[in-house]
């Protein structure tokens, strides 16, 4: 079709995207490509928040292609000023810049349709079907370009009637943009389900063409009270010691709803939301929280006379001691700030929640004096646990809180950090395969006992705080939490890769789990910076009759390879590190020109070890546990 000067001054605006699509989706990975589907979805869910849509439908379907429905009022239709329909507007026209490069335009509601001129961008296909007015209008594109030809001032063509009203959209990604085209069902999965949570009166109805399985419904009526009680029912060697409590109020157009328990466990998790965006760094919202919370506790513990005038108070981390919560606030103009964009940045959401702690909460904890003095007596327990790290520390004497080494470390020849790598070796066996094979010059190894992880039901903390972390945090040389002399600073780092080397079997990702669930929790800075790496051994030798024997590193890569040589090849199924010898390991998982790595970002540690067992449960404060139940020895090596 010809296209007209207009056409051409639209299509313009999605030529960058094309050109830069990490810009607008992050990366051209199968991250970025879920991000395409939680683009339109959020669209959906915009229009749920402005009250019009209660039921989204997202399907995977077999031609590799993505549909995502609702039922709301449909995107306008008609003719916009430019002398296009408004759906055909939105659709081929950049909004505020790109997500990803700090101009950031998600908002609830009103501004919603605006990333789905990226998604139909960076798709070889995309269709619209709004059903308006008793019509189905349709419009179609092509890597962004519109391929139904209407002129300017014409209407959209109507493909039928119908008196439903809503949205249709079905893409296709396009190959030559994403490393792959298969969506990461698991990982949709996830964010339907918190969506759900906080979005309590929608309903999700989830299809993956490819499993065969019956839909999913998703559906949270309880809210994030119920997405609280998910997160304390997750971890079941912990238990939970008070009801969930969910409080809300609502301010100068900024809403706030907070859900919280009490577990049997240190340190908290706080999972927080703006505008339906997880605020993975926090922001006002949390600090507003920590801080009005304490401020309450401490008011109830002096009136109850937990406290003395003369004493001092709970620290927030005191009032805070296995609890559990997820705070989400709607924000009319959020400013989201930080390395990754998730930390919201506006202060005027803090008096809204400080005037939901005084009224709300108090009037709970009015009516239900018994939750409140579980928690204060979880304080107090915090505050005495704290009393004895004050005294271990005094019989430490001056000693930093030293994290000596255990012995195991395999050093490096050179001192030169940004040439330098350290492997995190699951097992003994591959630990001294490794030593063997590896280049001296710059590369380090550290065995770690892989089977004492999974121990029998041990919490992970007691095991790993004895012998692997402090191994760890030694052979890194940059410190460790807060506190102890031994502050953690990147700049101190031993290594420019941190490259776990587990097997890849389950025992395997249970244990580059748990060690990405340490640094994420302890040191986060080391993922941020993107010092950590996963080491992705091969799953199998391969060696036709005739022909060279080859590595293939995961299933789709031996089911291509079959397609090519037939069955007449022989193979072996590497089970685990310890299985190779020196040469074949070096060659496949440790020579930096062939082995292969996975750098480990923020998402990559959420998504493997699902946000619960982040921040609860397996990897709290390890010190304070171990000195909890150590505390009456005298010499405790904490
Ligand atoms: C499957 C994806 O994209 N749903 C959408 C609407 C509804 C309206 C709308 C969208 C430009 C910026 C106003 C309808 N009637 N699902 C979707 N549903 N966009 S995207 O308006 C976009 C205009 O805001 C809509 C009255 N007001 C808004």
Redesign the pocket.
């Known amino acids: 079709m010809a296209y007209n000067a207009s056409n051409i001054s639209v299509l313009e605006g999605l030529e960058p995207v094309r050109q830069r699509p990490g810009m607008y989706v992050g990366s051209t990975s199968v991250k970025g490509l879920n991000h395409l589907l939680y683009e339109?979805?959020d669209?959906?869910v915009?229009?749920h928040l402005?009250g019009?849509?209660d039921k989204?439908t997202v399907s995977l379907n077999k031609d590799g292609s993505a549909t995502?429905?609702?039922n709301?009022?449909?995107?306008?239709v008609d003719l916009h000023e430019k002398g296009w329909p408004?759906e055909r507007v939105?659709m081929t026209t950049l909004h505020a810049g790109g997500k990803f490069d700090n101009t950031n335009y998600k908002t609830a509601g009103?501004?919603?349709?605006?990333g789905?001129s990226v998604v139909n961008a960076l798709s070889q296909r995309m269709i619209i079907e709004v059903s308006?007015d008793g019509k189905i209008h349709y419009d179609e594109y092509e890597r962004g370009n519109p391929v139904v030809d209407i002129k300017e001032g014409e209407l959209l063509p109507v493909t039928g009637t119908t008196r439903a009203t809503?949205?249709?959209?079905t893409f296709w990604p396009d190959p030559t943009i994403f490393e792959t085209v298969t969506f990461k069902a698991d990982a949709i999965r996830s964010r339907l389900k918190e969506t759900a949570y906080l979005n309590p009166t929608l309903t999700i109805t989830f299809t993956n063409a490819r499993d065969g399985k019956k839909p999913e419904v998703f559906s949270e009526p309880e809210g994030i009270a119920g997405y609280v009680d998910s997160l304390a029912s997750s971890n079941p060697e912990i238990k939970r010691i008070t009801e969930t409590v969910a409080i809300s109020g609502c301010r100068d157009g900024i809403t706030v709803n907070i859900a919280f328990c009490f577990m049997q466990t240190f340190g908290d998790q706080i999972v927080s939301f703006c505008n339906n965006i997880n605020t993975m760094e926090g922001g006002n919202h949390v600090n507003g929280f920590k801080a009005g919370f304490a401020k309450v506790i401490n008011q109830y513990a002096r009136d109850l006379g937990n406290l003395k005038p003369k004493d001092a108070g709970f620290t927030g981390n005191d009032t805070r001691n296995g609890m559990i919560a997820v705070i989400s606030v709607s924000h009319p103009a959020p400013r989201f700030e930080g390395q990754t964009k998730t930390k919201l940045d506006n202060t005027d959401v803090q008096n809204v929640i400080t005037a939901v702690m005084n009224t709300s909460l108090q009037h709970y904890f009015d009516r239900n004096l018994e939750t409140l003095k579980k928690i204060i007596a979880r304080a107090e327990l915090s505050v005495k646990t704290r009393k004895e790290e004050e005294k271990i520390r005094t019989n430490l004497g001056d000693k930093k809180f030293a994290f000596e080494g255990n012995g195991k470390l395999a050093r490096q020849e050179s001192s030169d950090p940004s040439k330098c790598e350290i492997f995190i070796v699951e097992g003994n066996s591959a630990g001294g395969t490794a030593k063997t094979g590896r280049d001296r010059r710059y590369q380090a190894i550290l065995p770690i006992r892989g089977k004492i992880l999974n121990v029998e039901k041990q919490t992970v903390d007691r095991i790993l705080v004895n012998e692997e972390i402090k191994a760890i945090v030694a052979a890194l040389g940059c410190g460790f939490m807060q506190g102890y002399g031994n502050d953690f600073d990147i700049s101190k780092l031993k290594y420019s890769k941190i490259i776990i080397a587990a097997d890849a079997d389950v025992d395997g990702g249970h244990i580059s789990a748990l060690l990405l669930t340490f640094f994420f929790k302890f040191m986060p800075e080391l993922i941020y910076a993107g010092n950590v790496y996963r080491a992705m051994p091969p799953l199998y030798r391969v060696k036709p009759k005739r022909g060279k024997m080859e590595y293939i590193y995961d299933d789709k890569a031996l089911a291509d390879y079959r397609k090519t040589h037939g069955n007449n090849f022989d193979i072996q199924r590497y089970k685990g590190l310890g299985e190779m010898d020196a040469e074949q390991l070096w060659e496949t998982t440790m020579n930096p020109a062939t082995r292969k790595l996975k750098q480990i970002s923020i998402d990559d540690v959420v998504d493997a070890t699902n946000i619960t067992s982040i921040l609860m449960g397996e990897t709290v404060a390890p010190r304070r546990q171990y000195i909890e139940e150590n505390a009456d020895k005298a010499n405790v090596d904490v």
């Open positions: 339109i979805l669209n959906s915009d229009e402005a019009c849509c989204i995502v429905t609702d709301g009022r449909g995107i306008p408004a939105i009103g501004l919603h349709g605006v789905s308006r809503g949205t249709k959209v």
